[in-house]
């Protein structure tokens, strides 16, 4: 049964172009982390000399400074966007999207587990378990947002352990000491499995030890508070309409760019301060709780310069290229996995090794590239890419248009 639009509600909004292209920035900054990393394939690499050696310290630079840790957290700001955008516009029509939306995360999740066959590292099960919070969170009032999310993005695990080694929280149990490594008895490594071990080895490695390893690294490193605040955060610019009509609002977005970019040198700055006078733990504690910060206004300034020069007129950006792939970015996420793992893993070419930083850098954009060239071909006849429409059929349990109407 359709539901009707109530009299005097405002009509559908139209799609927000600057937040595909957001979309599209962060999946290119994902796939060179991970391609960086041989998709957590860990191998001692061969030296390499003269230009190379250059271009790979250049790759390294870009890597730790540009990209790591910070693509995932506009991830997931746009994943709670989206999640606002998507209830909101439901809600417009009389429809409470919420029950539904559950569907939709239990659905994100089983695909997730299934990306995690090949690649251990995946994000969707993460999003399919958080997202959970933000359906609860939905109804509640801004200033209730506003404060969960501030005490996400102070990182209160982080915070506590640097309490604890500067003496000033004795009865906190330090992270450190959560967990212990598993015994070296417990089986191959994963790097052996990566680069020897058959696809069901590896498969399994990643729905056991992966899974058991990732929520671990997502709980001492602080990215699932990180994850969380974002979400909220993303949820929050969607109720304030930051990004609705963003060419009009250069203002804004400038304010932005100027605090958020003078917070992050400044946070840079106290953090290398710090870590040199301090002593060796406490300043590692110290250090790790400011990079933490200094990602997020480094991310924040990140989104404002990209609204600031995607929005200006006349400047000869690849908008429409970017835009197609922000609009199958789930399509590209587990397409990016399945080309890197053959390129890189013993089941497939096994290159990994001979792939230094400045190799894998220029296959990412590369690849990259040439996603969102395919996508753009293929929104000129289908109205979704591939698993964006299978994810929206299976969430409204019937068959969703797919085919253009061709004139």
């Not at 300034?301 to 690849?318: E, I, M, Q």
Request: glycine share 8%; net charge positive; charged share 15%.
């Amino acid at each position: 049964m359709t539901a009707r639009i109530p009299a005097g509600a405002p009509p559908r909004a139209a799609r927000i172009t600057i937040l595909d292209i957001l979309r599209a920035l962060a999946l290119l900054g994902i796939v060179i982390v991970h391609a960086h990393d041989h998709f957590n394939l860990y191998l001692p690499m061969p030296p390499a000399e003269g230009w190379q050696a250059a271009a790979n310290s250049a790759a390294d630079w870009a890597y730790e400074h540009l990209f790591v840790s910070k693509s995932f957290l506009l991830f997931s700001f746009l994943f709670g966007l989206s999640f606002f955008i998507q209830l909101d516009r439901q809600e417009q029509k009389g429809v409470d999207f919420r029950k539904r939306f559950m569907w939709r995360l239990a659905l994100l999740f089983l695909l997730g587990l299934a990306h995690t066959l090949f690649y251990d590292g995946d994000i969707l099960t993460i999003f399919g378990v958080l997202g959970f919070a933000l359906v609860a969170l939905y109804k509640r009032g801004t200033p209730l947002l506003v404060i969960l999310c501030l005490l996400c993005l102070m990182q209160p695990v982080a915070f506590m352990d640097t309490l604890s080694r500067a003496g000033l929280a004795d009865l906190w149990p330090h992270s450190s000491g959560w967990f212990h490594p598993a015994s070296p008895a417990a089986g191959p490594s994963r790097e052996f499995l990566y680069a020897h071990g058959s696809w069901g080895e590896a498969a399994l490695w990643n729905l056991t030890q992966g899974q058991a390893g990732k929520w671990q690294f997502f709980l001492l490193s602080g990215r699932i508070w990180q994850t969380l605040g974002l979400f909220i955060l993303g949820m929050l610019a969607g109720r304030w309409q930051v990004f609705v009509d963003a060419p009009n609002k250069r203002r804004l977005f400038l304010r932005m760019l100027g605090i958020s970019g003078t917070l992050f040198l400044a946070l840079l700055a106290a953090r290398l301060l710090l870590t040199s006078r301090l002593d060796s733990a406490l300043g590692t504690d110290a250090g790790h709780l400011l990079h933490q910060w200094e990602n997020l206004a480094y991310t924040a300034a990140f989104v404002s310069a990209a609204v600031l020069l995607f929005t200006h007129p006349g400047l000869p950006l690849p908008s429409r290229l970017l835009t197609s792939a922000g609009k199958c970015t789930l399509t590209c996420y587990v397409s990016q996995t399945l080309v890197f793992t053959f390129l890189f893993f013993g089941g497939g070419l096994g290159l990994a090794q001979g792939m230094g930083p400045w190799a894998c850098l220029c296959a990412a954009v590369a690849v990259f590239l040439l996603q969102a060239w395919a996508c753009r071909l293929w929104l000129t006849r289908f109205l979704y890419g591939p698993l964006e429409w299978l994810w929206r059929t299976a969430t409204m349990c019937r068959m969703q248009p797919f085919r253009k109407r061709m004139p």
